[in-house]
């Protein structure tokens, strides 16, 4: 995609640069008086796949949301590329959304639901159309630009979705649960392809999901949430080397990965229900 | 398609006109054997008959009745729809209004239209402002509903796009209306023709403006039972035939993506 297209990663040092997003002591309670969120600290890193993981409840899209600017933290301060929400946007500091569903516009076809981004904002047609259709390529859909998304199926109504984030280039990529609705074997190919995306094209992830084995073979950290009060209790380097394939989902590594992980949900989980006593 | 979906679409067709032709046999052949004076009820026959030799008057009179059903439709569809985008803009404005909205709907048109004949001197305008404000109520409120209910998921995706206002409202929430508002051009089709064949009763207009409406007093007056039973076969067949032109016009809308017009097989 021409000038835009960004360096692929070299290394830890670029994830050590600025934060993309920086969160400092956010906090979220909201006007029904539920206390969503507890004061979290978390930076998000340039180049890194971060994955929130934890049970329902555990406030992991509310804190996405955060993320995302779609809601105002109630105390704390969050900065993206160091700046307020309203410097996102522009060149370099470019947010898009992937949300649980694959909220398609059902009365436009294909690549005008892939496009609408652009259009928004006001980018030329054919500019548009060109971008809607490597972003499509780049999901394995491009012969199905002219179709409707009704005569798509759930996994391909999600790849739509994932080509329409991906249409402007986002230098942060923000996906909430976004395969959570789909079959375990549909969830896994989208996983690899995603996973192959993010290599090649050299985005930053932050990926909610409650699936430890996903977290696992996805992320290059997670951040494990706990309940009632949403908190992160503890941030998890995955370094097992990319490509991960299906053999690594097997592997002892993921299940040593995976039984740390479930230990710290486990734990929080026991000490969430011992003080709601 | 299958067989069976051929069938269906045969069927659909058939069976309704099945009974058309079992009841109007049935009345057909009371009327003979017990011989019903014509001027009680006349036979489906004497109807028929009565349709060709009165052809003249009633058809001028169903353009009469028609015209003023369909300029109200039209008014009805451009004004409520106004007055949805109105509402949508401000729950203020909604609150403050659509109690006013309901009151015209449920104000009956028989009790208002004698004023509006009074106040406005043209008969025609009257009329078709009668029909509108039985008309209007289905379009509004519906319209008002759909531009309301979008996708949260879409809206959120339009918000952090830094969608406009005016691109929220014509690219999400207009799109987002039709089904609403084709549902709404159904109800208030059937409307606009009873809105204007009441406001005609009331009015009584005569002369080269007499309308369906007026043939059907006049023919009660001089027990010219069959051509009222004409005029009354003649507005209902108007009626049936707006309802499947707006079934078409949503159709036409609707059809590659609305679950509403989809083929019930898929």
Same mark, same amino acid.
């Given at each position: 995609?021409?000038?835009?297209?960004?360096?692929?990663?070299?290394?830890?040092?670029?994830?050590?640069?600025?934060?993309?997003?920086?969160?400092?002591?956010?906090?979220?309670?909201?006007?029904?008086?539920?206390?969503?969120?507890?004061?979290?600290?978390?930076?998000?890193?340039?180049?890194?796949?971060?994955?929130?993981?934890?049970?329902?409840?555990?406030?992991?899209?509310?804190?996405?949301? /955060?993320?995302?600017?779609?809601?105002?933290?109630?105390?704390?301060?969050?900065? #993206? #590329?160091?700046?307020?929400?309203?410097?996102?946007?522009?060149?370099?500091?470019?947010?898009?959304?992937?949300?649980?569903?694959?909220? /398609?516009?059902? #009365?436009?076809?294909?690549?005008?639901?892939?496009?609408?981004?652009?259009?928004?904002?006001?980018?030329?047609?054919? =500019?548009?159309?060109?971008?809607?259709?490597?972003?499509?390529?780049?999901?394995?859909?491009?012969?199905?630009?002219?179709?409707?998304?009704?005569?798509?199926?759930?996994?391909?109504?999600?790849?739509?979705?994932?080509?329409?984030?991906?249409?402007?280039?986002?230098?942060?990529?923000?996906?909430?649960?976004?395969?959570?609705?789909?079959?375990?074997?549909?969830?896994?190919?989208?996983?690899?392809?995603?996973?192959?995306? #993010?290599?090649?094209?050299?985005?930053?992830?932050? *990926?909610?999901?409650?699936?430890?084995?996903?977290?696992?073979?996805?992320?290059?950290?997670?951040?494990?949430?706990?309940?009632?009060?949403?908190?992160?209790?503890?941030?998890?380097?995955?370094?097992?080397?990319?490509?991960?394939?299906?053999? *690594?989902?097997?592997?002892?590594?993921?299940?040593?990965?995976?039984?740390?992980?479930?230990?710290?949900?486990?734990?929080?989980?026991?000490? =969430?229900?011992?003080?709601?006593? | 398609?299958?067989?069976?979906?051929?069938?269906?679409?045969?069927?659909?067709?058939?069976?309704?006109?099945?009974?058309?032709?079992?009841?109007?046999?049935?009345?057909?052949?009371?009327?003979?054997?017990?011989?019903?004076?014509?001027?009680?009820?006349? @036979?489906?026959?004497?109807?028929?008959?009565?349709?060709?030799?009165?052809?003249?008057?009633?058809?001028?009179?169903?353009?009469?009745?028609? @015209?003023?059903?369909?300029?109200?439709?039209?008014?009805?569809?451009?004004?409520?729809? +106004?007055?949805?985008?109105?509402?949508?803009?401000?729950?203020?404005?909604?609150?403050?209004?659509?109690?006013?909205?309901?009151?015209?709907?449920?104000?009956?048109?028989?009790?208002?239209?004698?004023?509006?004949?009074?106040?406005?001197?043209?008969?025609?305008?009257?009329?078709?402002?009668?029909?509108?404000?039985?008309?209007?109520?289905?379009?509004?409120?519906?319209?008002?509903?759909?531009?309301?209910?979008?996708?949260?998921?879409?809206?959120?995706?339009?918000?952090?796009?830094?969608? %406009?206002? +005016?691109?929220? +409202?014509?690219?999400?929430?207009?799109? %987002?209306?039709?089904?609403?508002?084709?549902?709404?051009?159904?109800?208030?089709?059937?409307?606009?023709?009873?809105?204007?064949?009441?406001?005609?009763?009331?009015?009584?207009?005569?002369? %080269?403006?007499?309308?369906?409406?007026?043939?059907?007093? +006049?023919?009660?007056?001089?027990?010219?039972?069959?051509?009222?039973?004409?005029?009354?076969?003649?507005?209902?067949?108007?009626?049936?035939?707006?309802?499947?032109?707006?079934?078409?016009?949503?159709?036409?809308?609707?059809?590659?993506?609305?679950? %509403?017009?989809?083929?019930?097989?898929?």
């Amino acid at each position: 995609m021409g000038s835009r297209h960004r360096q692929q990663r070299e290394g830890p040092a670029l994830t050590t640069a600025v934060p993309v997003v920086a969160l400092h002591g956010v906090d979220k309670t909201f006007a029904n008086g539920t206390h969503a969120l507890a004061p979290v600290d978390l930076d998000v890193r340039r180049g890194e796949f971060l994955t929130l993981l934890g049970p329902s409840g555990c406030g992991k899209s509310t804190l996405l949301n /955060l993320i995302a600017g779609l809601l105002a933290p109630s105390s704390g301060t969050i900065e #993206w #590329w160091g700046g307020g929400i309203d410097a996102t946007g522009g060149e370099g500091r470019r947010l898009a959304f992937v949300f649980q569903s694959p909220t /398609l516009m059902p #009365w436009s076809r294909v690549n005008g639901n892939v496009r609408l981004p652009l259009d928004l904002a006001h980018v030329e047609r054919a =500019a548009a159309e060109s971008a809607a259709t490597a972003a499509l390529a780049r999901v394995g859909l491009s012969e199905f630009a002219r179709h409707f998304p009704r005569e798509l199926s759930g996994g391909m109504q999600m790849r739509v979705s994932i080509a329409r984030a991906l249409v402007t280039e986002p230098d942060l990529l923000l996906m909430d649960e976004p395969f959570g609705a789909l079959d375990e074997f549909t969830r896994q190919r989208l996983d690899g392809d995603l996973s192959t995306l #993010w290599r090649e094209h050299g985005l930053t992830v932050v *990926f909610v999901t409650h699936s430890i084995a996903e977290a696992v073979f996805l992320s290059t950290r997670v951040a494990v949430m706990g309940a009632r009060p949403g908190r992160v209790l503890a941030e998890i380097a995955i370094d097992a080397p990319f490509p991960r394939d299906d053999a *690594f989902r097997v592997s002892t590594a993921a299940a040593a990965y995976a039984a740390t992980l479930s230990r710290h949900v486990r734990d929080a989980g026991a000490a =969430a229900v011992a003080s709601s006593r | 398609m299958t067989p069976e979906d051929a069938w269906l679409r045969w069927a659909r067709i058939v069976a309704p006109l099945a009974v058309a032709t079992i009841a109007i046999g049935l009345w057909q052949l009371a009327t003979t054997a017990y011989d019903v004076p014509v001027y009680l009820v006349p @036979s489906p026959a004497v109807v028929m008959r009565t349709l060709v030799t009165d052809h003249e008057l009633l058809l001028r009179s169903l353009g009469v009745t028609l @015209s003023i059903a369909l300029a109200a439709l039209a008014v009805a569809t451009l004004l409520g729809t +106004l007055t949805a985008l109105l509402f949508v803009q401000s729950r203020w404005i909604e609150m403050s209004l659509f109690p006013y909205a309901v009151l015209l709907q449920v104000t009956p048109i028989v009790a208002i239209a004698p004023l509006i004949i009074i106040w406005v001197r043209n008969t025609q305008v009257a009329l078709v402002i009668c029909a509108v404000v039985v008309a209007i109520f289905p379009i509004i409120s519906n319209t008002t509903l759909g531009l309301r209910s979008v996708d949260a998921g879409l809206l959120n995706l339009f918000r952090m796009s830094r969608a %406009s206002r +005016l691109q929220i +409202l014509f690219r999400l929430r207009v799109p %987002s209306a039709l089904p609403y508002f084709f549902g709404g051009l159904r109800i208030a089709s059937g409307l606009a023709l009873i809105g204007a064949v009441v406001a005609e009763f009331v009015a009584g207009t005569g002369g %080269s403006g007499a309308g369906l409406a007026y043939q059907i007093l +006049l023919a009660g007056f001089q027990l010219n039972i069959p051509r009222l039973f004409a005029a009354l076969v003649l507005i209902t067949l108007t009626g049936v035939l707006l309802f499947a032109v707006t079934v078409s016009l949503s159709k036409l809308a609707l059809a590659r993506w609305h679950e %509403s017009e989809l083929p019930a097989s898929e």
